[in-house]
Each structure stands twice: as structure tokens, then as C-alpha cells.
């Protein structure tokens, strides 16, 4: 084989300086076939799956870029052509460092005397990966952002939903029972303790929760422990924190079918953040003053729910559209003021009357706070705020610009900042002779 001229492995000839010469052929000096070391040896590619990945994602990336900019011209307002470009950008960079990544090394052919050198290289530049690079940044900067206002669309579009689910539950409930569910089941008088949510579970699409719910029981009793603790989406605005729960810790109530009285019974109990009103917390100057005169401040049974009993629609005499029926009041129980989280223990701490959770009490106080320090009631004047400034007795949020609120007619509307504390305090009452919108 030494003599022949062709290189077992790579299955060509070897330089021979003497093929060209007449005669017979001689072994040439110091020429013999190219050692192992000094083939030329490309880089290991990665495999044919990575290469299966790759083609898929360009070929997604440009997909992706293709409809994003079908999309803009069909909703120019959408304003998807960075977007567009921005998938763009990502395949190109994805290719780019493909083709870097696999590369060949450079590698010396020897090819006897004289020497011969060739170097093989494919792929990019430093100066062409640090270009690809920076369309990567600039694409991630440009997606992300719509990312992240896609989600919130999203989930102010869900907690929408969620307030419409609840108020055709309870207007089912109405028409079923004769009158919109207690608010707070137990006030005073001895009964279980209960709430509004407990209530409309059947009219919610929650049978499985409702069959394990024993209104004859405290909603934290140990026989209620597992439906009270199952989280029920409709109770929940996905914009606000997760993994929430309201820990109570009491003894059953004097007229609860459990005969143990004595024991404290333990519940970490689901969160609700839509709550209903039992009453109007104002400042006592300014603004508030008119509200005063008209005897008005003591009306906390004049709102659609009322205690321990259901309410008639007849009552609600100001009108069903003008009246509000659940608020979105989202955070509990942590405390949250101007959006910011405070460190604090809750408005009831431990007790069978802390609000936020969907089987037990399902209403407060309205009223606007102090803009500035987010604590209520407000100062009585226009800086005062309705909304996104207080947990505890005001709409809030975590929306940009604003919060749901639910109205008696089931019609659900988005409000901001601009709604005035005196038309919230309007809003909240059932007979007050002020049919206002809250927008």
C-alpha cells in the first residue's frame, strides 16, 4: 500500500512531486501518506436532533415574524411591527449562533515535502456575534415589554370575567331565594359564621366545594376545613399575589351544630378579592359634611346585601345600574397602601371576622383615604382616593390605572383614579336618591 498513492482513509491520493515525471515510479523521499494527527478533523457537530431544534426555531421565529406582521397590517392599531421584527431578529441571532457554535477548528494539512498548510473556518466573526447580540438584546427589549402587557391584559380580562360570574350567581341566587344573599351570616345573633360566597357556590359552577360546605356550620369549623380551604377561581384576580390565605383561629359559635364549644378550632381559609359593603366610612369635614346632614353616615343596612337575611332587588331604589354590588379589594390579607405592601397582621388578625376569605364575611366599610399616606378616612378634601390607595376600605387593584367594580344589574366597569369620594360613598347606598355612575 505504500507504493500505490492513495490514502486508505481518506480515500485520495497522496502528493507524489515524481506522477509527472516519465519512467517507472519510485517511492518518493520523505513523502508518505498523512499521519492521523494531521488530517483534518472538523469540530464534533452536535447531532442531527440540535440541528432539528435549531431549523425548528428559525423556521418558528420567522413564522412568528410573518403573522405578527399579517397582524399589523390587518389592526394597525395593534402596533405589532416590532414586534415582528423583533421575532425576526431572534432567528437570525438563533442561526448565527448555530453556525458559530459548530464551527470547524482550524486545522493544518501536511502533506509531505514541501509543507502545505490550509486553515478551514466557517461561521462568524467576533465582530459578527457581537452584532447578532445586540439584535438579541434589542429583540428582547422589544418583546418583553409587550410580554408583560399581553399578561395583564390577560388578567384584568379575567378578574372582568370573574365579577361578572359572581353577579349572575347572585342574581341567580335572588331569583331562587327571593333576595340577594346575606353579606355576613352569623352577625350578632349567634348563627354560624357565613358570608355571601359560601352562599352562591351551587349558582358559581362550584357543586363539588358546595357539597362539602355545611351552612349549618362555622365556616371554619373542622368539618368545612376542606371546601373552605379549596382556592375557587371566581373569587380570584389573577393580577393579584398568589398563594394567599386567611388564618383563623376560634371557637364555634354559640348556635353551630357542633356541640364543642370549647375547642379553637384552625383554618387556613381561601382568599376572595371582590368584598360588599356594610356601611360608609367618610371624614367628618369637608366633602363629607353634605353626606352628613342627610343623616346618611348611620346606613349601614341601607346597601344591596344585607345581615343574616337576604335583600329584596325592590329595596334597591336608586336603581340596579347606579348601585354598586362588589368591589374589587384585592391583597388580603396582607395590607396594601398605594402599592405598597405594609408590614402588619391584618384588619381582624386572627379572629372569625377577618375579612378576605370567600366563606366567611364579605363586606366592610366604604370609603375613600389619604392620597398621600394611603390611610383612611381621607382628609375631606380633593386630594382624598377612592381607588388603588387603600385594601382595607376602598377599591383596589393591581391593575394599571384602576380596579373593577361590580354593579347590581351584573354590569361590570373599570374605574380610576378620577372617581370622586363623594360618588363612591353615593354609589354604595341603595336609597339615597342618587342614581350616579361610577364612571
Known amino acids: 500500500m505504500v507504493g500505490s498513492g492513495t490514502a486508505p482513509h481518506l480515500g485520495r491520493p497522496a502528493f507524489d512531486p515524481y506522477r509527472f515525471r516519465s519512467g517507472p515510479r519510485r517511492k518518493p523521499y520523505n513523502v508518505g501518506y498523512l499521519p492521523e494527527t ?33 397582524g399589523r397590517l390587518l389592526w394597525p392599531a395593534a402596533g405589532w411591527r416590532l414586534t415582528g421584527l423583533a421575532f425576526g431578529a431572534a432567528g437570525l441571532f438563533a442561526h448565527s449562533a448555530y453556525l458559530l457554535v459548530n464551527q470547524p477548528s482550524p486545522a493544518v494539512e501536511t502533506t509531505g515535502f514541501p509543507r502545505r498548510e490550509r486553515v478551514m473556518r466557517y461561521g462568524l466573526s467576533r465582530t459578527e456575534f457581537a452584532v447578532s447580540a445586540v439584535l438579541c438584546l434589542a429583540a428582547a427589549g422589544l418583546v418583553l415589554p409587550r410580554v408583560q402587557a399581553a399578561r395583564a391584559d390577560a388578567a384584568r380580562a379575567q378578574c372582568t370575567e370573574n365579577l361578572r360570574k359572581l353577579g349572575q350567581a347572585c ?31 351551587p349558582h358559581l359552577g362550584e357543586e363539588a366545594t358546595a357539597k362539602k360546605y355545611n351552612p ?36 364555634a359559635s354559640t348556635k353551630a351544630a357542633n356541640p364543642d364549644k370549647d375547642t379553637v378550632f384552625t383554618v387556613a381559609a381561601a382568599v376572595s378579592d371582590y368584598i360588599a359593603s356594610n356601611g360608609v366610612l367618610l371624614p367628618r369635614g369637608g366633602y363629607a359634611l353634605n353626606f352628613n346632614d342627610a343623616g346618611q353616615m348611620n346606613g349601614n343596612q341601607r346597601q344591596p346585601m344585607g345581615d343574616n337575611d337576604v335583600t329584596p332587588l325592590a329595596k334597591i331604589t336608586d336603581g340596579t345600574s347606579t348601585t354598586l354590588l362588589l368591589i374589587e379589594q384585592a391583597g388580603r390579607p396582607a395590607v396594601w397602601r398605594n402599592g405598597k405592601k405594609r408590614d402588619s397582621d391584618g384588619q381582624f388578625g386572627m379572629s372569625p371576622n377577618a375579612r378576605g376569605a370567600w366563606a366567611g364575611w364579605g363586606s366592610i366599610a366604604f370609603g375613600p383615604a389619604d392620597a398621600a399616606t394611603g390611610e383612611s378616612p381621607g382628609r375631606g378634601d380633593a386630594t382624598d382616593c377612592a381607588v388603588n390607595c387603600n385594601n382595607w376600605f376602598g377599591v383596589y387593584g393591581f391593575h394599571a390605572g384602576g380596579a373593577n367594580v361590580l354593579m347590581c344589574d351584573g354590569a361590570v366597569k373599570f374605574v380610576g383614579p378620577k372617581l370622586d369620594p363623594l360618588t363612591f360613598a353615593y354609589l354604595t347606598l341603595r336609597d339615597d336618591g342618587h342614581a350616579v355612575s361610577p364612571n
Open 38 to 70: 494531521a488530517r483534518f478533523k472538523p469540530r464534533a457537530m452536535t447531532g442531527s436532533l440540535v440541528q432539528n431544534i435549531h431549523h425548528y426555531c428559525i423556521g418558528l421565529s420567522y413564522l412568528c415574524a410573518f403573522l405578527l406582521e399579517t
Open 171 to 201: 342574581l341567580e341566587f335572588e331569583k331562587a331565594q327571593g333576595g340577594l344573599p346575606p353579606r355576613r351570616g352569623g352577625f350578632n345573633n349567634g348563627e354560624p359564621y357565613s358570608g355571601w360566597g359560601a352562599a352562591i357556590l
Open 216 to 251: 349549618k356550620l362555622d365556616f371554619f369549623d373542622p368539618a368545612n376545613k376542606a371546601a373552605v380551604e379549596t382556592r375557587v377561581k371566581p373569587f380570584l384576580c389573577p393580577a393579584a399575589p398568589a398563594e394567599r390565605a386567611v388564618r383563623i383561629e376560634s371557637q
